[in-house]
């Protein structure tokens, strides 16, 4: 078992390895504790993500493609992107508390988690991640719905995102702009998963990181009418009624739980 466990450890150690010796010297962090290092690691990856992924988006649709996904007084201001930007820089190194937790307990066994997708074969491994994201999307919505609901958490966690209310004051950067507590809350049905069912340890830190390009996308405003995902067109509702749209990746869950509000039908209505 802890020949297997070793498993786990190397992978973190390569990671590790690869992101900080770009960015540090090894003297600086080489001698760090290992968990410390997955947490320098996850933190520096998580930053360059959310700047990378929301200032090209930015720069294309508000810039390159100006007027033409949205009209000019739904493009925020550079001060809205700044104030986004501060916000999520601020939670950042909570937000990186999470994966490097969950990697300490799949180092340790205390998970589900399998090394290598060999280990059970591609038709169980499809069938495990297939598993996994209606987990992870069953528990983001519901997480997300009672902060909603229950007014001390939206009161004092959730609010902080939802001063972002209107068409010109979303932004790719929003994405992560939230209270840590309730960024780490929202991303827990992640960790929760590793313990209901095997999961790829990569596949797992991958869909982690994944999260901050998707949150980048539904929040800027721009309606891609993919169904059934859970678009920008989608997400814009969830910030202007604040109770519609609580989904994650899809709508499902709001059409289970009858709290689905499609845009299409929103402008046919307006019209």
Same mark, same amino acid.
């Given at each position: ?7 786990? +450890? ?16 090894? !003297? ?8 410390? *290092? ?15 992924s929301a200032f090209l988006w930015c720069f294309y649709i508000y810039y390159l493609k100006r007027n033409v ?14 104030? *986004? ?29 399998? !090394?290598?997708? !060999? ?9 495990? +991640? ?6 992870? $999307?069953?528990? %983001? ?7 909603? /609901? ?6 004092y966690l959730h609010a902080t995102h939802h001063i972002y209310n209107k068409q010109n004051t979303l932004s ?9 507590? /309730?960024?780490?809350? *929202? ?17 797992? %830190? ?11 996308? %539904? ?10 995902v859970m678009g920008a067109g989608y997400h814009t509702i969830h910030h202007t009624t604040y109770r519609h ?16 509000? /499609?845009?299409? $039908?929103? $402008?046919?209505?307006?019209?």
């Open positions: 078992m802890d020949d297997y466990l070793n498993l786990f +450890v190397e992978e973190t150690s390569f990671y590790n390895r690869i992101v900080l010796s770009t960015f540090l010297p090894e !003297s600086w962090w080489g001698q760090l504790p290992h968990w410390f *290092q997955g947490w320098l690691r996850n933190y520096i990856g998580g930053v360059l993500l959310y700047f990378l996904y949205l009209p000019k007084d739904a493009i925020p201001s550079n001060r809205a992107m700044l104030l *986004q930007i501060g916000v999520a820089m601020k939670a950042m190194p909570w937000y990186c508390a999470l994966p490097s937790l969950s990697e300490y307990m799949i180092e340790n066994g205390w998970t589900k988690c399998f !090394s290598r997708i !060999s280990d059970v074969g591609w038709m169980p491994y499809l069938i495990y +991640v297939a598993a996994y994201l209606v987990i992870v $999307e069953f528990g %983001i919505y519901w997480m997300h719905r009672e902060l909603h /609901d229950i007014k001390p958490l939206y009161k790719p950067f929003a994405g992560l702009a939230f209270h840590p507590l /309730d960024g780490i809350l *929202q991303a827990v049905p992640h960790v929760v998963a590793l313990f209901m069912l095997p999961v790829h340890f990569t596949t797992h %830190i991958a869909l982690l990181f994944i999260e901050a390009i998707w949150t980048a996308n %539904i929040h800027d405003c721009i309606h891609a009418k993919v169904w059934p749209n609580y989904g994650h990746y899809t709508i499902w869950m709001d059409w289970m739980f009858g709290t689905l509000r /499609d845009p299409v $039908e929103d $402008e046919v209505k307006k019209m």
